[in-house]
């Protein structure tokens, strides 16, 4: 809410400012790109982003978060330095923008001329000593197994064409009116440390919601919860999503010696003879 109050008094305060300085320079940002990181050697895996907001500052000034593309007026002339932050929509909540904590900022040097728009395509990418778990569905065995005492619909691998799509294959789970139920976890538990940034990155395409779920397991007990909620969409016009699901507080409150799975579980939407859901680039990130 804080960040919301404070896009919404910028944009205020610059409507003011252009109205008694009717000559500011402008700048125009058109796309962020992620590109790969050579010292990660390939670690990221499939480069997939939905990065459609940034935090801009200028002379270490924030000037706040937009979404791209964007043209705004800016209150100064000559050599500024300008730093560009990749944000994601923490849990999917548009009203939610943050920064995204493993990426790279964008940064250059550059010139503001009076009634002159300066235009940048920033790039980013993953910062240095960032570590990763992943599930591509590019190798032969799957890393997300369904619960033998629960699951009726199981998740497989398929090359179907779905455009756009990165990469060669992706996971699918069916569900009808005999197979309605998938609940399914990943294999690995992960150690991951308390106290630094931990994020899930997925991308999906699917006509039956579905949830995200965590799970703590340590010596004296098995903490599970329901986490983040996956709307359903229209057959007619179902895309490739992205997003970006935060796990560092629930890491945070979980048992000092937890190790941590996720958990993807789903019911047949009523009313629905059959459904899909589709999932690809399913990333644990952390430091």
């Not at 579905?210 to 599970?224: E, H, I, P, T, W």
């Not at 970006?244 to 507080?249: C, D, F, G, P, R």
């Not at 629930?250 to 789903?266: E, M, T, W, Y």
Request: charge should be negative.
């Amino acid at each position: 809410m804080m960040r919301i109050f404070t896009c919404l008094t910028l944009l205020v305060f610059l409507a003011g400012c252009i109205k008694n300085n009717p000559d500011p320079a402008w700048l125009e940002v058109n796309s962020m790109t992620l590109v790969s990181n050579p010292a990660l050697s390939g670690a990221e895996g499939q480069l997939t982003q939905d990065f459609r907001d940034v935090w801009v500052y200028i002379d270490d000034q924030m000037l706040g978060c937009f979404q791209v593309p964007f043209k705004i007026p800016v209150l100064k002339e000559g050599n500024v330095n300008i730093k560009i932050f990749p944000a994601v929509r923490n849990n999917g909540i548009s009203a939610n923008k943050m920064i995204y904590p493993f990426m790279n900022s964008f940064e250059v040097n550059a010139t503001f001329v009076k009634n002159q728009t300066l235009t940048l395509n920033p790039v980013t990418s993953y910062k240095d000593n960032i570590n990763f778990w992943i599930e591509d569905f590019e190798d032969a065995s799957i890393k997300i197994q369904e619960d033998p005492n629960y699951s009726v619909a199981n998740l497989f691998t398929t090359s179907e064409s779905i455009m756009p799509f990165n990469g060669s294959t992706y996971g699918k789970v069916i569900l009808n009116s005999s197979d309605s139920v998938w609940l399914a976890y990943t294999s690995d538990q992960l150690a991951i440390p308390k106290n630094k940034a931990c994020f899930l990155e997925i991308d999906y395409y699917n006509t039956n919601s579905f949830l995200q779920g965590f799970l703590a397991v340590s010596a004296l007990s098995n903490k599970y919860q329901d986490n983040a909620g996956f709307n359903k969409q229209p057959p007619a016009t179902v895309k490739w999503k992205k997003m970006y699901i935060e796990l560092t507080e629930l890491i945070g409150n979980s048992a000092n010696d937890a190790h941590f799975v996720q958990a993807f579980k789903a019911n047949l939407e009523s009313g629905m003879s059959e459904s899909f859901i589709c999932i690809d680039n399913v990333k644990i990130v952390y430091k």
